[in-house]
């Protein structure tokens, strides 16, 4: 059974850095193809792509975060962790992981619940 | 800003059809994926490869894909099916996933 559940805090300030991980069973780095991907979606607003992993630990951005974004995984603990720095409030979001099985159809089949993650002061 | 545009909203009667739009340049050369959202929860993947269902997503859904337009159809909606749909692909240059504005469903 596939399984990701995201975790980080729920709130942060203005200027820091968010650290948001992912946990998931069921797969596995090792298998060839597969990646796991963040997402966010601000309150009322449509999903955003962020950044992708895979198992050769090649690493994609969206492009226009590029600079404040930070993939990494850790293939024993099976976790995935996003960095993005100097938050905004306009970063209040669900931050949402899925995995990703690369083939031709290049899909997210399961997903975690996500975590909504406010900034504030 | 998104690349895929659809619709803001539609609205269906019970048991009746309703076709939710997707439109991109980027269609014309990567494959659609469709994403149900309900109020509070993650999406929900209901079709993949432009008309692919996973299993247990019943088959009232189904998908087409037309040049730079892929469509997304409910065939007899049902009180359930009321949701937001993101449409998904991967953007103009290949090297991000994009989604589109998302789509209002309601069944009345």
């Known amino acids: 059974q596939v399984t990701l559940r995201e975790s980080g805090p729920a709130l942060v300030k203005p200027t820091q850095t968010l650290t948001v991980t992912c946990t998931f069973s069921?797969?596995?780095?090792?298998?060839?193809?597969?990646?796991v991907s963040w997402f966010r979606q601000p309150p009322g607003k449509a999903l955003e792509w962020l950044a992708l992993?895979?198992?050769?630990?090649?690493?994609y951005y969206r492009s226009s975060l590029k600079t404040r974004l930070t993939i990494s995984k850790d293939t024993s603990k099976n976790q995935v962790v996003l960095t993005m720095t100097n938050m905004d409030p306009v970063d209040t979001a669900t931050y949402y992981c899925?995995?990703?099985?690369?083939?031709?159809?290049?899909?997210?089949?399961?997903w975690g619940p996500g975590t909504l993650v406010t900034v504030s002061s | 800003s998104s690349e895929l545009t659809q619709d803001p909203a539609v609205s269906v009667a019970l048991g009746q059809t309703v076709t939710i739009t997707c439109q991109g340049d980027?269609?014309?050369?990567?494959?659609t994926t469709w994403y149900q959202q309900k109020p509070g929860q993650a999406p929900v993947l209901v079709i993949y490869?432009?008309?692919k269902r996973p299993s247990g997503i019943p088959d009232r859904f189904s998908g087409s894909s037309s040049r730079n337009t892929a469509s997304l159809t409910i065939t007899g909606a049902q009180a359930e099916d009321e949701a937001d749909y993101y449409c998904?692909?991967?953007?103009?240059?290949?090297?991000?996933?994009?989604f589109g504005t998302g789509t209002k469903v309601t069944v009345l």
């Open positions: 992993i895979d198992w050769d630990d090649d690493k």
């Open positions: 069921g797969f596995s780095f090792t298998t060839t193809g597969m990646c």
């Open positions: 899925a995995r990703i099985l690369r083939s031709a159809y290049d899909y997210h089949d399961y």
């Open positions: 980027s269609l014309r050369s990567y494959y």
């Open positions: 998904y692909s991967r953007d103009s240059t290949g090297n991000q996933y994009v």
């Open positions: 490869g432009q008309n």
